[in-house]
T-cell receptor
């Protein structure tokens, strides 16, 4: 069964460092998302991406964050200068169509020290 | 803005017990409602959904009915199994107001003991 794959499963980084989280969505899907879950809090929407551009972003998704789909298969989330409060589980999701089921990856746990 | 509230957890039950996890929502449009499940070490998986009022979503013995009058989408199962132990998330998508993104509740940890 097709699945969304995220790497790495756990990333530890020093405060101020750049980090790139990687996702391989399901191959024929067109809509891509990043969500995050800070420990003990809700899963929060960060950004949606369609047709090679951001279609929607939340207030969390500030200038420190960026997304791209560099090669038509990977979908990446970059945090330029990590802060302690960026520590969270980050989930990637993809959908075939705008009203379709969202398929999630297993998540990347980011720890900023 | 849109929001989802789940009953406080965690929930611990014995095998074959009846399960209810409460979920209420606030949305200005006519949202679609979802239950997602996260098994240990895995990603979020869609469990069931309902797209309009009075629809009932069902899967793997779980059910939830979209109640517009009470803005609720409670998850139920008549007889839980140890394999149902997971975290359950209620979510909504209100395309009219927030595109295709999902708004999640807090998640409820369910543990089923043999």
């Amino acid at each position: 069964e097709p699945e969304v794959t995220q790497t790495p499963s756990h990333q530890v980084t020093q405060m101020g460092q750049e980090v790139i989280l990687r996702c391989v969505p399901i191959s024929n899907h067109l809509y891509f998302y990043w969500y995050r879950q800070i420990l003990g809090q809700k899963v929060e929407f960060l950004v949606s991406f369609y047709n090679n551009e951001i279609s929607e972003k939340s207030e969390i998704f500030d200038d420190q964050f960026s997304v791209e789909r560099p090669d038509g298969s990977n979908f990446t989330l970059k945090i330029r200068s990590t802060k302690l409060e960026d520590s969270a589980m980050y989930f990637c999701a993809s959908q075939l169509g705008i009203y379709g089921e969202a398929f999630f990856g297993q998540g990347t746990r980011l720890t900023v020290v | 803005g849109d929001s989802v509230t789940q009953m406080e957890g965690p929930v611990t039950l014995s095998e074959e017990a009846f399960l209810t996890i409460n979920c209420t929502y606030t949305a200005t449009g006519y949202p679609s409602l979802f239950w997602y499940v996260q098994y240990p070490g895995e990603g979020l998986q869609l469990l069931l959904k309902a797209t309009k009022a009075d629809d009932k979503g069902s899967n793997k013995g779980f059910e939830a009915t979209y109640r517009k009058e009470t803005t609720s989408f409670h998850l139920e199962k008549g007889s839980v199994q140890v394999s149902d132990s997971a975290v359950y998330f209620c979510a909504l998508s209100a395309q009219e107001t927030s595109g295709s993104r999902l708004t999640f509740g807090e998640g409820t940890q369910l543990t089923v003991n043999p």
